[in-house]
């Protein structure tokens, strides 16, 4: 049971990494140039790393995920 739910939690993870990138694709070339007239050049040149909140994004499930792992692991024994 444990291994389902850790291969549902891959999916969800991998699912949000691969939305969030063609949601951010779709987004900038929707509106780039209105964007980023206030850009600094690091945003600019690195759009997904110099994203704090996409980072968050992707960083919190697979963060949730390992803990969610540790809890079971450690609960096992």
């Known amino acids: 049971m444990y291994t389902w739910i850790g291969i549902l939690g891959a999916a969800a993870v991998l699912y949000g990494i691969i939305a969030t990138y063609f949601i951010?694709?779709?987004?900038?070339?929707k509106s780039s140039s209105a964007l980023d007239k206030g850009?600094?050049?690091?945003?600019?040149?690195h759009p997904v790393l110099a994203n704090?909140?996409?980072?968050?994004?992707v960083a919190v499930p697979i963060i949730a995920?390992?803990?969610?792992?540790?809890?079971?692991?450690?609960?096992?024994?």
Request: net charge positive; proline share 3%.
């Open 39 to 45: 850009a600094s050049m690091t945003t600019v040149r």
């Open 65 to 77: 995920l390992l803990l969610g792992m540790l809890a079971v692991y450690l609960t096992k024994s």
């Open 52 to 57: 704090p909140i996409l980072i968050l994004y």
């Open 24 to 29: 951010g694709r779709r987004h900038n070339e």
